[in-house]
Nanobody, 113 residues
Framework: QVQLVESGGGLVQTGGSLRLSCAAS????????MGWYRQAPGKQRELVAI???????NYADSVKGRFTISRDGAKNTVYLQMNSLRPEDTAVYLC???????WGQGTQVTVSS
């Protein structure tokens, strides 16, 4: 059974930082591309960042230079370091395994102005 458990969300002021974690189980983590998405109220879910099994990364234009995705194979965990947060980053952030279409339950990030 695949499980993706996100943590690290919270309330932060504009300009602040948060680090999200997604612990994966039930998959061969080292061979899987992992992604972070977000969904704000009334908006479509959008890709934030993705990291391949080789460590190649890709980011949404809106977060380039502010967010960093990384992975730790020893811990089966993918991270999203978010710096210089803005109110428009407020959303539920979800971990995703594209192969198989697995999703975590999400963690809320709220950025106050």
């Amino acid at each position: 059974q695949v499980q993706l458990v996100e943590s690290g969300g919270g309330l932060v002021q504009t300009g602040g930082s948060l680090r999200l974690s997604c612990a994966a189980s039930g998959i061969i983590f080292r061979t899987n591309t992992m992604g972070w998405y977000r969904q704000a109220p009334g908006k479509q879910r959008e890709l934030v960042a993705i990291i391949t099994s080789f460590g190649s990364t890709n980011y949404a234009d809106s977060v380039k230079g502010r967010f960093t995705i990384s992975r730790d194979g020893a811990k089966n965990t993918v991270y999203l370091q978010m710096n210089s947060l803005r109110p428009e980053d407020t959303a539920v952030y979800l971990c995703n395994v594209p192969k198989g279409g697995f999703w975590g339950q999400g963690t809320q990030v709220t950025v106050s102005s």
